[in-house]
């Protein structure tokens, strides 16, 4: 009987701390821009119920999207996935900053 305890102790542990995970709350178009060669794309703020708000870029008419920009490697072909990992990628705040950046000296 103890060991079935611990085992649902376990089980109970991990429900409850991957229902604690960050999650998108709301996605927000800011501006549609151009990298330096000309190739468009279209910059979403989405923020997550952990207070962050990181950026999203859609590429390829919307068929292409990536958290932070399109070299970051974190891309997926739906919005609603890209910003779900956007929300539980603690390095995406610090790809935000510099897209941030990039946007405001391109402007």
């Known amino acids: 009987m103890n060991t079935l305890a611990k085992i649902a ?3 109970l542990l991990l429900l409850s701390a991957s229902s604690h995970a960050a999650r998108p709350t ?3 178009f800011e ?3 151009e990298t330096g060669d000309g190739t468009p794309y279209a910059l979403f703020s989405v923020k997550c119920n952990d ?3 990181v950026r999203l870029t859609a590429w390829e008419d919307r068929r292409k ?3 932070g920009d399109n070299d970051s490697g974190d891309c997926a072909r739906k919005q609603i996935t890209a910003a779900k990992n956007a929300c ?3 390095d995406a705040t610090a790809q935000t900053a510099t897209l941030e950046r990039s946007v405001a000296y391109s402007r």
């Open 9 to 11: 102790a376990a089980a």
């Open 26 to 28: 709301s996605i927000v």
């Open 31 to 33: 501006t549609l821009a």
């Open 51 to 53: 207070g962050r708000s």
């Open 65 to 67: 999207w990536c958290v």
């Open 88 to 90: 539980t990628d603690i």
